[in-house]
């Protein structure tokens, strides 16, 4: 094993101990709001999103949406490229 290779390792081993040390215990975890309790629309809208809205996006509205960018890619010759790419983005993005 060459000196490169140890100082790697030895480099790696100090950033994960040294990047590890200094990190809160509880980080993720936060303080519920007080008083603050979903109400029978909000669980039914959840309800909603869950069961139809997300599988619906993912395999219907994102897969038009990757038809409609070729159709577009296709039709505008390539020269609308970011327009296009736009299209997916908004079919497929997280919102």
Request: proline fraction near 4%; include cysteine; charge should be positive.
């Amino acid at each position: 094993m060459g000196w490169h290779r140890k100082l790697g390792i030895g480099v790696i081993i100090l950033m994960v101990v040294v990047g590890s040390a200094g990190t809160p215990a509880a980080w993720a975890q936060s303080a519920e709001p007080p008083g603050e309790s979903a109400s029978a629309g909000q669980w039914v809208a959840a309800v909603f999103a869950d069961i139809f809205y997300v599988p619906i996006k993912g395999l219907v509205i994102c897969r038009v949406c990757a038809g409609a960018f070729v159709v577009i890619i296709v039709a505008m010759g390539g020269v609308r490229y970011n327009e296009a790419a736009n299209v997916v983005h908004e079919g497929c993005g997280g919102k």
